[in-house]
């Protein structure tokens, strides 16, 4: 049980702000069942007045996309002295630009799939039909297409037949102005999360995640029933553990901190490859760090009760 007064932030004005608030809610929840006093503050122009004012013992930050995930967030509470939970505001920046996170994984010896980032004016300036068949005679079909920034699916497609390729561009870039356009890699997909409550970073039990349609997107993640989940993911041992080294390096790769979830692909040749790295997993009922909290005989209240008492032991130290 935890005496300390928390400040949640959900919300946010990001494309993910109702994602943000279910997470929101039910970490408030949590929280108080563990016995901590919470408090749900949206990220408005009245936060920073609340920050001041109420002086939480600590700030669990439930925002997803946005400020909540590129740091900013991060940063202003860092400008505040406030402890939170969570990744510190240059590494979150660093995490949540897709290419950059890519670049570094790739730099610490993992795989990642092979992938090419293009700003929209790339399209205009040099022809989008000539681009397009560049990267289809680079890459090859199928193709995945994200934006280059932002989670939860939103704008990712997978194109199987290059006259899909432009629409799958707009869908993309209507979410960031750069679009990461990947090798697109047919195997078992997992979410792996990693916790550091003061031992260490360490691997929670991989998610194994089966969409009905074939694909993760946002309908899939957020809607009951249109996704079989398996955790444990149905892995043999020694591919398990390849798959949880894997999550705590790239925790480890990005400068991590408290918690991150990894997404991977195991492929057919059995290679582990990194699609991308979180740093504010989602916690609603349908989210994946929960299942992983509760596959590894954890309750989440008393997981992030423990990842407040690290952020406030944080700030005590660097006030000593």
Not at 68 to 85: D, I
Not at 285 to 307: H, K, Q
Request: glycine share 10%; proline share 4%; hydrophobic share 45%.
């Amino acid at each position: 049980m935890i005496d300390r007064t928390v400040a949640v932030l959900a919300g946010g004005l990001s494309h993910e702000r109702d994602v943000s608030l279910r997470s929101g809610r039910r970490i408030a929840a949590e929280l108080r069942d563990a016995g901590a006093t919470v408090d749900e503050w949206d990220t408005d122009a009245a936060l920073l007045g609340r920050l001041r004012d109420t002086r939480p013992d600590a700030v669990v930050v439930a925002l997803h996309g946005g400020e909540g995930e590129n740091g900013a967030v991060q940063s202003v509470l860092e400008l505040l002295g406030v402890p939170f939970v969570g990744t510190d505001g240059r590494a979150c920046r660093r995490a949540h630009d897709k290419p950059s996170a890519k670049a570094e994984l790739t730099r610490a010896g993992l795989h990642t799939p092979e992938w090419v980032a293009l700003p929209h004016a790339t399209f205009r300036e040099l022809g989008a039909g000539a681009v397009l068949d560049a990267l289809v005679a680079r890459l090859g079909l199928p193709l995945m297409l994200k934006p280059d920034q932002g989670g939860s699916a939103l704008g990712a497609q997978v194109v199987r037949d290059a006259a899909d390729l432009p629409s799958a561009m707009v869908g993309a870039l209507a979410y960031s102005e750069t679009v990461l356009v990947e090798r697109f890699v047919d195997g078992v997909e997992l979410a792996v999360s990693v916790i550091d409550t003061g031992d260490g970073p360490v691997a929670l039990p991989a998610v194994e995640v089966a969409p009905e349609s074939g694909v993760y997107d946002y309908t899939a993640r957020y809607t009951a029933g249109l996704t079989r989940f398996h955790c444990p993911a149905r892995l043999d041992d020694e591919v398990a553990a390849r798959v949880a080294d894997t999550a705590v390096a790239a925790h480890r790769a990005l400068d991590l901190r408290d918690l991150s979830r990894t997404d991977v692909i195991v492929d057919g040749d059995g290679r582990v490859q990194v699609l991308e790295v979180n740093v504010s997993p989602g916690l609603t009922d349908t989210s994946l760090l929960p299942r992983a909290i509760a596959a590894a005989g954890l309750d989440l209240g008393e997981v992030f009760g423990l990842l407040v008492e690290r952020a406030v032991g944080r700030a005590a130290e660097r006030s000593a």
